[in-house]
């Protein structure tokens, strides 16, 4: 057991997986000498050779369609999109191909593929690199969208994507890479696909999030104890298939419900939650679902980053909001 | 200045329109009986063909993208490839599935709108029909990568329209099939058109086979129309492929005799004339002109197979007539391994048996 980063869990599950199955093969771009922009591929290439760790020309699409002829040829890809602003053109894949390959062939063929992707905002980064695009994939039929954020999970979900035999969008969110550190047994076990993480139980309001956002979750759930209101905060880590059972047995509880994301907010992600506990779990709600999203405005460039973002200020205004219904 | 790359794409035609030998043929034809299973599968996807036309436009079928003159083209490849292979279709390669082995009441089932016209069970690696454009030539990529990875001696054949080779997956697949020297066949189905857009509203290249020339792989282009041709051409580059020698793209000529599907009408865009043109150059009376003129067909073999390929067609047509509709669990059944717990309540309102819907009453205040 030894404590680490977000990207080297990445990296430990990648290793561990291609050291147990031959099959998984890793590609993208920059991967192989260079590691990875974010070294999350770092030693792979010397561990496992250059045949299973594929360093591909820039051709994101190429990729994308690559890894769905080698998962339907009997391998487990594991690509790499450099960063989510770049991700946008595998979507003619992923939902004409990689989404329907199983249900276009009865079974004859499937895909076990994963494409991970560094996303989100908050490493002032140049522009197109602080995407929050899982809105965009959470809408494919027939794959899995599932969203790291920490080292533990990172480890465990990965592992899992890798083994599952239907497609995973995998995002990593840039922001925690290396934000902090966590201890992790590589001890080759995943963790569940279809079940949200309750990271902090509380009374009185359940903050639902993925990614970086469940650390300005934490934080906001700090401010708010102090004051002594006690959120729930709850990792989706799965956003498709949603885990909603988790979440109504929180709300059920706490009768309050605030739901956050990084991304802009209409037909965001957190829409599709609020609609749902609207739907399901009104009778237990003493106050209306509350969304707390990035603007609908364009990812702005690091300047104004901080400005775009929620952060714990918006996210106590919005508990302060639902708290005031009894 | 200095010539630092010079490049040539060769063309090959064995048969003329006429059905004469325009230059030496290659071994397999020298003997033209090794030529005769190319004619009668060709006859079979002609008449395969008239009956789904016939089929829609009596409403027992829906859209079809027929495959009226290409026919020498799905003869030769399906007559050269390994049966470890693996092809990848575009929409319009219902013959080289057949010779693959597939039932051709899974092509009528795949146009009459059920996704078992999918299920090649006697081909079960061959990718389904593609319908976005050219995104099965990465695929391809994938399949060959997997291939030489594992080394086995097999190839990964893609085939695309005209059309196709304007996008970039298109160019991004023959680029990487370059670096990594994969055992993989690119064939373009050059029928003149995409959909309205004629050849030369395509691209300005003269030829489509030169596109390979910028990814450093091997090209050719052949007469799509002669059978013996297309067997050289892609037999060659098959070869080339399992032998390590890496990727070829082909463009094979022809002409779509055809309207793109049933649901349009070529009319509109190209002559009466230009079409009669067409109608001289294409494949099935070239071959047999000849086989005839070598003494290996007759009319008496014309009609035994006229009569063969009726009974085929029937006993496909029926094959598809009494597949029953899938149920609507179909919809969720192949959707994931295993259907996720969160959409299992879909699946079950979907295939809750059909209530017939409550009268709507108006309610009028006072």
């Known amino acids: 057991m030894s404590s680490i980063t977000?990207?080297?869990?990445?990296?430990?599950?990648?290793?561990?997986?291609?050291?147990?199955?031959?099959?998984?093969?890793?590609l993208g771009e920059d991967i192989g000498v260079d590691g990875g922009v974010f070294r999350a591929t770092a030693g792979l290439l010397g561990r496992f050779g250059a045949e299973r760790v594929v360093d591909t020309p820039l051709s994101e699409a190429l990729i994308a369609g690559m890894a769905i002829g080698m998962a339907a040829e009997?391998?487990?890809?594991?690509?790499?999109?450099?960063?989510?602003g770049f991700a946008y053109v595998t979507l003619d894949q992923i939902l004409n191909h990689a989404g329907r390959l199983r249900h276009r062939t009865q079974g004859r063929l499937c895909c076990p593929m994963v494409m991970r992707m560094p996303c989100g905002a908050g490493i002032r980064a140049p522009e197109h690199h602080s995407e929050s695009p899982e809105a965009i994939f959470a809408h494919v039929p027939g794959i899995r969208l599932v969203y790291a954020s920490s080292p533990r999970r990172a480890y465990g979900l990965l592992l899992a994507s890798i083994a599952d035999p239907d497609p995973v969008v995998f995002l990593e969110p840039s922001r925690l890479y290396r934000l902090f550190k966590e201890e992790v047994g590589d001890d080759?076990?995943?963790?569940?696909?279809?079940?949200?993480?309750?990271?902090r139980e509380g009374t009185d309001l359940t903050l639902v999030t993925w990614g970086a956002m469940t650390h300005e979750a934490l934080a906001a759930a700090d401010d708010l104890a102090a004051e002594d209101v006690y959120a729930e905060v709850i990792d989706v880590a799965t956003l498709k298939p949603l885990d909603l059972d988790t979440i109504l047995a929180s709300v059920a509880k706490t009768r309050r419900c605030v739901v956050l994301t990084e991304a802009p907010r209409s037909c965001s992600f957190a829409s599709e939650v609020s609609a749902n506990v609207s739907e399901q779990g009104l009778m237990s709600l003493l106050a209306p679902v509350e969304r707390v999203t990035a603007w609908d405005t364009v990812t702005p460039m690091a300047r104004l980053e901080s400005r775009y973002m929620p952060d714990r200020r918006r996210i106590v205004a919005a508990a302060h909001k639902v708290m005031q219904y009894h | 200045m200095t010539v630092v790359a010079r490049f040539e794409v060769r063309y090959t035609q064995y048969l003329d329109p006429q059905g004469q030998v325009v230059r030496t043929l290659p071994d397999f034809a020298r003997d033209p009986r090794a030529l005769v299973p190319d004619y009668r599968a060709m006859l079979l996807m002609r008449a395969l063909d008239a009956k789904a036309i016939a089929m829609q436009r009596t409403g027992q079928m829906g859209t079809y993208a027929s495959?009226?003159?290409?026919e020498a083209i799905d003869a030769g490849v399906g007559a050269v490839l390994a049966r470890d292979d693996v092809v990848l279709p575009s929409y319009?390669?219902?013959?080289?599935?057949?010779?693959?082995?597939?039932?051709?009441?899974?092509?009528?089932?795949?146009?009459?709108?059920?996704?078992?016209?999918?299920?090649?069970?006697?081909?079960?690696?061959?990718?389904?029909?593609?319908?976005?454009?050219?995104?099965?030539?990465?695929?391809?990529v994938g399949v060959a990568y997997a291939m030489k990875l594992r080394k086995e001696p097999r190839v990964a054949l893609a085939v695309l329209g005209d059309g196709a080779t304007s996008k970039?997956?298109?160019?991004?697949?023959?680029?990487?099939a370059g670096v990594w020297k994969l055992p993989l066949v690119a064939l373009v189905v050059n029928n003149q058109y995409a959909i309205s857009v004629p050849r030369h509203r395509q691209s300005a290249s003269e030829t489509l086979a030169q596109k390979a020339i910028a990814a450093g792989i091997a090209c050719e282009q052949l007469d799509g129309n002669d059978a013996i041709a297309v067997r050289d051409a892609v037999g060659r580059a098959l070869e080339r492929a399992r032998s390590g020698g890496g990727p070829t793209l082909l463009e094979a000529l022809t002409y779509r005799l055809s309207d793109h599907t049933t649901a349009d009408d070529a009319s509109r865009y190209r002559s009466a004339g230009e079409l009669a043109e067409a109608?001289?150059?294409e494949p099935i009376v070239r071959l047999?002109?000849?086989?005839?003129?070598?003494?290996?067909?007759?009319?008496?073999?014309?009609?035994?197979?006229?009569?063969?390929?009726?009974?085929?067609?029937?006993?496909?047509?029926?094959?598809?007539?009494?597949?029953?509709?899938?149920?609507?669990?179909?919809?969720?059944?192949?959707?994931?391994?295993?259907?996720?717990?969160?959409?299992?309540?879909?699946?079950?309102?979907?295939?809750?048996?059909e209530r017939v819907p409550e009268p709507h009453v108006e309610h009028h205040a006072g």
């Not at chain 2, 495959?67 to 290409?70: I, N, P, S």
């Not at chain 2, 970039?168 to 990487?176: I, Q, R, T, V």
């Open chain 2, 92 to 140: 319009r390669e219902s013959g080289i599935l057949f010779l693959r082995g597939v039932s051709p009441h899974r092509v009528f089932l795949y146009w009459g709108g059920d996704e078992r016209g999918n299920v090649f069970p006697e081909s079960p690696r061959d990718f389904p029909f593609c319908v976005p454009i050219a995104l099965q030539v990465p695929h391809a």
């Open chain 1, 188 to 199: 080759g076990e995943p963790l569940p696909l279809d079940t949200a993480f309750v990271l």
């Open chain 1, 6 to 26: 977000l990207v080297e869990a990445v990296n430990l599950a990648l290793a561990r997986a291609m050291e147990e199955d031959p099959r998984v093969t890793v």
């Open chain 2, 288 to 353: 047999r002109s000849w086989l005839a003129a070598n003494g290996h067909w007759s009319k008496d073999d014309e009609e035994a197979l006229h009569r063969e390929c009726a009974k085929r067609v029937q006993a496909a047509v029926k094959a598809y007539l009494e597949t029953p509709p899938p149920g609507p669990e179909q919809m969720f059944h192949f959707l994931y391994a295993r259907l996720p717990h969160a959409f299992a309540w879909q699946r079950d309102e979907a295939c809750a048996p």
């Open chain 1, 74 to 84: 009997g391998l487990r890809p594991v690509a790499e999109i450099q960063f989510a």
């Open chain 2, 67 to 70: 495959t009226l003159g290409k």
């Open chain 2, 279 to 281: 109608w001289k150059r």
């Open chain 2, 168 to 176: 970039g997956d298109f160019y991004e697949a023959l680029n990487a």
